[in-house]
């Protein structure tokens, strides 16, 4: 199985914070660890990290575009492109109010992803899948 992650669960994975991920979030990137999963990184998601960074509210040694590239080496992580697919998915998605959450619930959607979340608004969309 295939995912889709949200910026906190990418970021405490990142950081090595697996207790601040649900059980089966952690099993999802521990999967992909270990090359049995692939875990696409919706672009707005690699946005909110590098403004976060840029914040100083989240730190990567060498800083983010050294753990961008890291990152996406392994090949286990993937970034997805914002395509017209996506938006159009997320035209069904506005019982999620914030515009950036819609955008990742309907990459996961259009990919046909599980999400990684712990949002409870993208827990409610009965059309997605979500781990935690």
Same mark, same amino acid.
């Given at each position: 199985?295939?995912?889709?992650? /949200? ?16 059980? &089966? ?6 999967? $992909? @660890?270990?090359? @049995? ?7 707005? !998601? ?7 960074? &840029? ?10 575009? &050294? ?6 080496? *392994?090949?286990?992580? !993937? $970034?997805? /492109?914002? *395509?017209? #697919?996506?938006? !159009? @998915? ?10 950036? /959450? &819609?955008?990742? #619930?309907?990459? #996961? ?11 409870? #608004? ?11």
């Amino acid at each position: 199985m295939d995912y889709v992650t /949200d910026a906190h669960a990418l970021i405490w994975h990142a950081l090595g914070r697996p207790r601040k991920l649900g059980r &089966r979030a952690r099993a999802a990137f521990e999967r $992909a @660890e270990r090359g @049995e999963a692939t875990i696409h990184v919706p672009v707005i !998601v690699l946005v909110e990290i590098g403004e976060a960074v &840029r914040r100083g509210g989240v730190r990567f040694e060498g800083g983010f575009s &050294r753990w961008l590239r890291l990152l996406t080496a *392994s090949g286990r992580f !993937v $970034a997805a /492109d914002l *395509s017209t #697919a996506v938006v !159009v @998915e997320a035209q069904a998605l506005y019982a999620i109010p914030e515009r950036g /959450d &819609r955008l990742i #619930a309907a990459t #996961a959607v259009a990919l046909g992803c599980a999400l990684i979340t712990r949002d409870p #608004a993208c827990a409610r969309i009965p059309a997605l899948t979500t781990v935690w």
